[in-house]
């Protein structure tokens, strides 16, 4: 297999041609100094063109970070994000079986990198959600096998869900959560690369900012338990494998988590002694913010457990966890019906004997 570059790539197809002033429209937006408009038109044009199509994504993705506008130029001239779509779509008989070769996963990334540009542009960003285009990368997140094209594959879908993430809009968040994002992140945090498991830590994190996310992750004790599960293994892995950026990520996560009510009591069972240790302690005193978060985490423990002092949450349950005081007086009520009818059960055995 070659060696494979940076995340970058693509596939094929003949498209119509677009108007004939296209390249006039999209030089209404100036780039910066020094960038020749007129070659970076021409390779957006040339995305249409199968034959041009690999130079173009490569040469795009390179320069994408050079014009501001870009983004907005591959949204709106003709075909080119039906193209990239192409592009995605056109592998997917290489990850099942797992036969991606090393210039297949460039050429893909590199239509990758673009479509996290448009992600991230706050005048496509919404756009490119309402189309639903990330769906079209978690073939990629669900792939396991750990060679570098898959790697950088996984990596790269991840960086675009990421540059959606940061922006603290709602709407992603909302999006997000009608997906299957969160368990394949958790697998990711699991199984992953050292910054795969720093990328999909951080969309979680930023899914737990929001409280639309939160409520969501602590409505149920399965999902409490299956990021926290993850989490801890992956302070587990931190103890040997050391990474000051995955560690921040982790803390911030689990100090969201405590701003919970119920998921503070299963904390208190459930967190890491490596956290209440000096296991990280170079960290800590490296990062201030995250010292910051580390320590309201134990502060939000702290008060979880004094706000009821007869449980410290250890020996917390599903059913502890998922309880709704509101139902409290008709739990009561049935439990008290099976205890009655339990009694009449017994005293009629014993007349029949």
Known sequence: MTEIEQPSHAKEMDQPQGPSNEGMLLKTVAPDAGVDTDQMIQWILDIRDRDRRETALLELSKKREAIPELPVWLWQSYGTMTCLLQEVISVY???????LSATQSNRVCNALALMQCVAAHADTRKLFLEAKIPLFLYPFLHTTKNSRPFEYLRLTSLGVIGAMVKTDEKDVIKFLLSTEIIPLCLRIMEQGTELSRTVSTF?????????????????????????????????IHLTNERSARLFKHVVRCYARLSDNNRAVQALAQCLPEQLRDDTFREFLDQDRSTEHFCRTLHENI??????????????MTAQAFNRDPSRDAISRKVQEARESHARLQHQENLFDS
């Open 93 to 99: 008989s290489a990850i099942v079986p797992p036969l």
């Open 203 to 235: 969309i979680l994190q930023k899914i737990l900012l929001d409280d639309m996310g939160l409520d969501y992750v602590c409505q149920t004790y399965e999902r409490f338990s299956h990021v926290a599960i993850v989490l801890g293994k992956v302070v």
């Open 302 to 315: 702290y008060k979880g457990c004094k706000a009821r002092p007869d449980s410290t949450g250890r020996g």
